[in-house]
């Protein structure tokens, strides 16, 4: 079975403008979370779509922003880059049935903001 | 709140034993995981505890008690690769992975 996808592994954007970032969950689950990691912070939550729907939300202002597609692709919008959005993301498939749900995490896409 | 606590840095010899703690303080608990991230690489799973005891798996063993908030992580016979972060997580009662920002472990020859 082919593990989870992100795509594009590396970006460089500068302040203001904004990025899409795509995830492909492992065939067959229908949850996908997102996290942004910096260096030092640990795995800041950043939202959980499943069957389309946002599922549960982190504390992270409107410019992020996310969705999910019928075959549970997930993107991820980050709008009006800042500096301190420098990070790895990293998202997360699982099948989405509560308590015993393992997280699988894609290789992430690493995004430089100049 | 909810909080993750675990040491930043812990450094071991090659072949020796390690445990690495991690307490929690969450809203409703469904379970504890462990994963490992080696550096500039995504984590991988490595255990997953919802009741009391130990889990044994390999060198790697997960125990838990819900009743203190505790969980530890033991690594036997230390390899060169076991170099690399060690991420304890706690789904808290809305399903949420609430994560610890992690334990970098330093395996020395």
């Known amino acids: 079975k082919a593990g989870v996808t992100q795509t594009p592994r590396y970006l460089i954007k500068t302040r203001g403008q904004q990025v899409t970032l795509s995830c492909s969950p492992i065939s067959g689950h229908r949850s996908v979370s997102w996290y942004q990691q910096t260096p030092g912070q640990g795995l800041q939550f950043l939202f959980e779509y499943f069957s389309e729907t946002q599922r549960n939300k982190g504390n992270f202002p409107g410019r992020f922003s996310g969705r999910q597609f019928s075959n549970s692709r997930s993107e991820m919008n980050v709008s009006t880059l800042e500096l301190g959005d420098s990070a790895l993301y990293l998202c997360?498939?699982?099948?989405?049935?509560?308590?015993?749900?393992?997280?699988?995490f894609g290789p992430g896409t690493r995004l430089t903001v100049l | 709140g909810q909080n993750i606590d675990q040491p930043t840095e812990m450094t071991a010899t090659e072949g020796a034993i390690v445990q690495i703690n991690c307490t929690y303080q969450t809203s409703g608990f469904n379970g504890l995981f462990w994963y490992q991230q080696h550096a500039g690489e995504a984590p991988t799973f490595l255990s997953y505890?919802?009741l009391d005891g130990l889990e044994e798996k390999g060198r790697f063993s997960s125990f838990l008690s819900r009743s203190k908030g505790y969980s530890y992580l033991l690594l036997k016979e230390l390899q060169m690769k076991d170099s690399a972060s060690y991420l304890c997580a706690v789904m808290d009662s809305n399903y949420q992975l609430i994560w610890g920002a992690g334990t970098k472990l330093i395996i020395k020859p």
């Open positions: 997360a498939s699982s099948l989405g049935q509560g308590d015993t749900d393992t997280q699988y």
């Open positions: 505890n919802v």
